[in-house]
């Protein structure tokens, strides 16, 4: 078993502090779901420039919405 990895992209680049709240606001809702508080997440937040990065080094990608 591994972690679960989440890429959230935003139609714009966040500042390093608009990338923070995003992710608390995230994780937070997960919890509220019922997300166990200590199940490993690795939540990325980026922006259109970030996501060709990921892109280029990611095997695997599930498009949501």
Known sequence: MSDLDILVVL???PSHRERLE???RILLRAFEEGLPWDYPVDLHVTGPKGFQQYKRYTRKMIEIG
Do not use: S
Request: aromatic share 0%.
């Open 11 to 13: 139609p714009r680049d």
């Open 22 to 24: 995003a992710k608390k």
